[in-house]
C-alpha cells in the first residue's frame, strides 16, 4: 500500500528552521519526483518545492527561495524539506506527494501532477 508519512512540524518563532521529513513506503520511491505543499486556513493549496526522482533537479516557489532547501535520500526513502528563516506567513499544514512522473512537471509544483498524498504537519510560526 503507497503511503507517505510527514513530521517534523511544529512551533517555531519568526526567523526560526524547522526540518520536515516525509517517508515513504508502498512503491518505488527513487522512480518519482517528489513535492511538498502548504495550505494555510482559508487559502488554497500551494506548491513550494520539487525534486526529481534522483535529486538532479528542483525547483521553489518564489515565496520560499533563499529560505527552503529540498533534498532526499533514496536509500531511506526519505524526502526532507529544510526551512530556514520562518515567517508568520509560512504558518500552514505541510504535505507531501509523490510526482505520476520522474521530473518535476511544474515549476512551482502543481497538484493536478501528485497522485499520491500523505496526512500532512502542522508548521506554525508566531512569537
Known amino acids: 500500500q503507497l503511503q507517505l508519512v510527514e513530521s517534523g512540524g511544529g512551533l517555531v518563532q519568526p526567523g526560526g528552521s524547522l526540518r520536515l521529513s516525509c517517508v515513504a513506503s508502498?512503491?518505488?520511491?527513487?522512480?518519482?519526483?517528489i513535492g511538498w505543499f502548504r495550505q494555510a486556513p482559508g487559502k488554497e493549496r500551494e506548491g513550494v518545492s520539487c525534486?526529481?526522482?534522483?535529486?538532479?533537479?528542483?525547483n521553489y516557489a518564489d515565496s520560499v527561495k533563499g529560505r527552503f532547501t529540498i533534498s532526499r535520500d533514496n536509500a531511506k526513502n526519505t524526502v526532507y524539506l529544510q526551512m530556514n528563516s520562518l515567517k508568520p506567513e509560512d504558518t500552514a499544514v505541510y504535505f507531501c506527494?509523490?510526482?505520476?512522473?520522474?521530473?518535476?512537471?511544474?515549476?512551482?509544483?502543481?497538484?493536478?501532477?501528485?497522485?499520491?498524498w500523505g496526512q500532512g504537519t502542522q508548521v506554525t510560526v508566531s512569537t
Open positions: 508502498g512503491f518505488t520511491f527513487n522512480y518519482y519526483a
Open positions: 506527494a509523490a510526482n505520476k512522473y520522474y521530473y518535476c512537471s511544474g515549476d512551482p509544483p502543481r497538484s493536478a501532477d501528485f497522485g499520491s
Open positions: 525534486i526529481s526522482s534522483r535529486g538532479g533537479s528542483t
